[in-house]
């Protein structure tokens, strides 16, 4: 119930946002939530022993972000590559116990990899405004609209019908049957986002892309359980009631960000 009631008061705010605020209200929004995901995963490295810098992390982090709000996406590389040399040179300088030199680096970079360059491509999309109008909104309510379906599809099908086990080492909760569920949510949404706000997606792409996209989310959602496995714990956070925490709930969502920025511009420009 607490997801339902989460989702309830969630999803107004999020599609209001998206439709009726200009694009920098929900940049900022994207932005904030990101960053709190990558807390959460700094969080996640902690209960390994690794030491990650958290604060060098967040710092590059909003910068890939500001990056993608401006559309400079060609800083892209060289923001990861100064980064990169950044965090070799504070372990260099500050780092005591050698030991856990290439954990603590290899998990600070690979935080704002995973977490923000892959959510930084949520923002990009929330910027598009041509060549159809309100392309960026219509973009980012499939997004949403398609995940969420997926989720929620996945979620009671696996609840109701589940009996074969997905992946019990890394999720026991997960099921081929609520796949199979989640699968039918994705394509249902993507069909009805064509018809009901977004014609200018072709339903021959709608359907195959929802699919793709709801397989990544499923591959999204088992490697944020695995890193949680690895932590020993059950939720990044407790942010969000009935889901856990921020990155519980972008995990599906960051596989997905690119993929989806990658379809608007080979096909929709």
Not at 182 to 187: D, I, R, S, V
Not at 201 to 223: K, Q, S
Request: with cysteine; proline share 5%.
């Amino acid at each position: 119930m607490a997801r339902v009631l989460t989702a309830i008061v969630l999803l107004p705010i999020l599609f209001a946002a998206v439709w009726l605020a200009p694009p920098a209200v929900f940049a900022a929004i994207a932005a904030l939530a990101i960053l709190l995901g990558l807390n959460e995963y700094y969080a996640l490295t902690r209960k390994t022993g690794s030491p990650s810098g958290a604060v060098q992390g967040t710092i590059a982090a909003a910068a890939l972000l500001g990056i993608f709000y401006t559309g400079r996406h060609e800083w892209i590389g060289a923001l990861i590559a100064a980064f990169v040399i950044a965090e070799l040179v504070i372990q260099l300088s500050s780092n005591r116990d050698l030991p856990t030199t290439l954990a603590g680096a290899a998990a600070t970079v690979f935080g704002v990899l995973y977490v923000a360059l892959l959510g930084g491509y949520i923002i990009a999309l929330g910027v598009i405004s041509d060549p159809i109008p309100q392309l960026g909104a219509k973009l980012l309510t499939l997004f949403f609209v398609v995940v969420f379906a997926g989720d929620t599809g996945a979620y009671y099908t696996g609840r109701t019908l589940g009996r074969h086990k997905l992946a019990p080492r890394i999720s026991p909760g997960k099921t081929w049957e609520g796949v199979a569920g989640g699968l039918l949510g994705n394509a249902a949404a993507a069909a009805a986002a064509h018809y009901w706000f977004f014609p200018e997606l072709p339903l021959m792409h709608a359907i195959p892309l929802a699919i793709v996209m709801g397989t990544l989310g499923i591959l999204g959602d088992l490697c944020e359980s695995m890193l949680k496995r690895g932590a020993q714990t059950k939720d990044a956070g407790h942010l969000i009631p009935g889901h856990g925490g921020l990155l519980d709930r972008l995990d599906s969502m960051l596989f997905n960000a690119p993929l989806l920025y990658f379809y608007y511009s080979n096909f929709l420009r």
